[in-house]
């Protein structure tokens, strides 16, 4: 139910939160009270047709028209599929127009990946910071594409020397998204990248203990992975990977088991080898072993990068979020090698939430973690 005006007047707001990746949509609703509370009302999700979203862009025709020579339909695009998958989650949960709306795009390698890194500018004494930032981040590569939409927070200020994370995106990518919600009649008040969302969802809902460890939190999602670390219990830096995600582990198993990618979810879902009747479990955790190590190359490199910073910390523990943070074995797997404690993310283990969000036993870590980018994105207030 829409939040009257007497409400909305005291303060007030609900925020959704639409987290669009490669396998499904995720919707979550937060209720935002007077005095800061937040509570979840709603979470949902709607599968993506295969092939709609690649490298984090929408599949579109080179032009709109639907109709050939003679008349006949054309085969529905990406836009189409994905437009249909979306108008199903609305369906289910009408956007009121005074609700905020915050989605995300992928932050990862590819084509319509989004570049994510912390640089160090010298800016003089009374000289315009803004313009010598972006100045010098468009003089860097990968930042100097011309086709990049640049944004940056300032992280420090010590004499001349500002540090800053720089995020840049390509304009086509936005506006393909941006026009995307636009048809759908949606109207966002932010969009924003997936890895923050996640980190949000942490920071938002983990004790003030858990803060102040220096954090590695990895999104390892169907098609892409990316890591945001956390440092004195703020935001430090964001990496996206070339390699790493669910298909690997799915490709791996399909071509020395002849799993099906279905069964591979059900099983991830689950967090239960038993998924996988017709193979024997100590051969299926040889074969995941062997797509661990193609993951693990990934994670090792996060590692190495969050190292290399001038201001680093030794990490203290590594979350996982996304599909796989339910993959059997893999947790173990990575403090095994790494040395270092390793969780999921599970934010709605602390989260208030409806009845109808959640019954007495709450949501399994499987969901928590697929639903985590969508909950950060929705716990932000306007």
Not at 14 to 38: C, P, Q
Not at 127 to 142: D, F, K, L, M
Not at 161 to 168: D, R
Request: charged share 25%.
């Amino acid at each position: 139910m829409a939040l009257g005006l007497i409400a909305r007047i005291r303060g007030e707001r609900e925020t959704v939160g639409i987290d669009v990746g490669h396998y499904s949509i995720k919707y979550v609703k937060v209720y935002h009270d007077a005095n800061g509370k937040r509570i979840v009302r709603e979470v949902d999700l709607e599968p993506v047709p295969a092939g709609s979203i690649i490298n984090g862009l929408i599949q579109r025709r080179d032009t709109d028209d639907l109709s050939t020579e003679k008349g006949a339909k054309k085969e529905k695009d990406g836009f189409d599929k994905l437009g249909e998958a979306f108008s199903k989650l609305l369906l289910r949960h009408p956007i009121d127009e005074n609700v905020d709306v915050v989605a995300s795009v992928n932050c990862g390698a590819g084509e319509g990946g989004v570049l994510v890194d912390r640089l160090s500018i010298k800016v003089p004494k009374n000289g315009n910071e803004a313009a010598i930032i972006v100045q010098t981040a468009q003089s860097r590569p990968p930042f100097d594409d011309q086709d990049n939409v640049l944004d940056y927070e300032v992280v420090s200020r010590e004499g001349d020397e500002v540090k800053v994370n720089v995020v840049a995106a390509k304009s086509s990518m936005l506006d393909s998204w941006a026009q995307f919600f636009t048809r759908k009649g949606v109207r966002l008040s932010a969009l924003d990248v997936d890895i923050f969302g996640l980190l949000n969802s942490f920071v938002m809902t983990a004790s003030d203990e858990e803060r102040k460890k220096t954090t590695a939190i990895f999104n390892i999602g169907d098609n892409k992975m990316s890591v945001g670390f956390i440092q004195d219990g703020a935001f430090h830096s964001v990496r996206s990977m070339n390699g790493g995600s669910l298909n690997v582990i799915i490709n791996k198993l399909s071509s020395s088991l002849d799993i099906s990618a279905e069964k591979c979810h059900e099983m991830f879902e689950k967090n239960d080898l038993k998924v996988i009747d017709n193979v024997a479990i100590s051969v299926l955790e040889d074969a995941m072993k062997v797509a661990f190590e193609e993951l693990m190359s990934q994670i090792t490199f996060g590692i190495r990068y969050h190292s290399s910073a001038e201001d680093s910390r030794p990490l203290e523990r590594i979350l996982i979020g996304g599909g796989g943070a339910a993959v059997p074995g893999l947790l173990e797997y990575i403090a095994e090698k790494t040395g270092i404690e390793t969780a999921t993310v599970n934010p709605f283990r602390s989260v208030e939430c409806d009845s109808s969000v959640v019954d007495k036993d709450g949501m399994s870590i499987a969901l928590s973690n697929i639903y985590a980018p969508a909950l950060g994105l929705a716990m932000r207030k306007f």
